[in-house]
Nanobody, 126 residues
Framework: QLQVVESGGGLVQPGGSLRLSCAGS????????VAWFRRAPGKERERVSC??????TYYADSVRGRFAISRDNAENTHLQMNSLKPEDTAVYYC?????????????????????WGQGTQVTVSS
């Protein structure tokens, strides 16, 4: 089964940091946009950040200035999360865009992504 594998979640105190990682299992993330989503208890899944195939980055207003998305040479995707707040508590998922748009494009809708992983739990609590 083709899916992404997320890692790096855990329990952290408010103000702390975590670094999430995402890798493709059986396929490459290269050449497509990759996004991080999250689902908090009782809420809809929302897009947190995205990096286009050309490296353009996008952030939700709630995390801009605190989170940073990046790719490494192996084409894994990472989400550095700083100054974490209790409201960041959620299961975090990454997914690959179904199709190439352009070097700066990042699909907005969840339905435009594929190869969802199992997610990684992030809990921010004192």
């Amino acid at each position: 089964q083709l899916q992404v594998v997320e890692s790096g979640g855990g329990l952290v105190q408010p103000g702390g940091s975590l670094r999430l990682s995402c890798a493709g299992s059986g396929f490459t993330l290269r050449g497509r946009a990759v996004a991080w989503f999250r689902r908090a208890p009782g809420k809809e899944r929302e897009r947190v950040s995205c990096i286009s195939s050309g490296g353009a980055t996008y952030y939700a207003d709630s995390v801009r200035g605190r989170f940073a998305i990046s790719r490494d040479n192996a084409e894994n995707t990472h989400l550095q999360m700083n100054s974490l707040k209790p409201e960041d508590t959620a299961v975090y998922y990454c997914a690959r865009a179904k199709r190439y748009i352009n070097n700066a494009g990042c699909p907005i809708r969840e339905t435009e992504y594929e190869y969802w992983g199992q997610g990684t739990q992030v809990t921010v609590s004192s």
